[in-house]
C-alpha cells in the first residue's frame, strides 16, 4: 500500500473517530493561501472553500432527496450561492469577510468554522 495512502485513510479514519480534524487549519493561514499570489496557495485556497461549499451542497441534495421519498416536497438549501460562482470569487469574498472579521484570525479560529461561517453570512438563504 502506498505510505501516503496509508496516512490519508488514517487521518479520515481517525478524524471519523475522534470528532476532530487530525490536523486543524486555522483561518489566518486560509486567509494568507487565499492572499497568495502562488498557483499552488492560491489552489489549495480555492480547494479548500469548494470542497467545503460541495460537500454542504451535496449534503442538502441527499436530505432534499430523503424528504421527497417521504413525501415532503420542500427543499431545503444551508446556502443560496449564485449557480455560476466561481472558486476564484468565493476566495476573494472570503478574503473580503475575513478583512471585515478579524476575530476569526486573532482567534485563531479553525479554517472550517471560518469557511461555514462566511457562506451562511454571504449567501443566507432567508428571505427577510
Known sequence: MDTRLAVRAFAIIGSILCGQPLLALEAGL???????QN?????????????IYEGVILHDDYANAV???????????TWCAPSNISY???????VEFLNHNPRYV????????TVYAFFSDKFSCSTS
Open 30 to 36: 486560509l486567509l494568507r493561501a487565499c492572499e497568495s
Open 88 to 94: 476564484e470569487d468565493m476566495a476573494a469574498y472570503l
Open 67 to 77: 424528504r421527497s421519498a417521504q413525501g415532503d416536497e420542500k427543499e431545503v438549501r
Open 106 to 113: 486573532t482567534n485563531r479560529i479553525h479554517a472550517e468554522v
Open 39 to 51: 498557483d499552488r496557495s492560491l489552489g489549495f485556497c480555492m480547494g479548500y472553500i469548494g470542497g
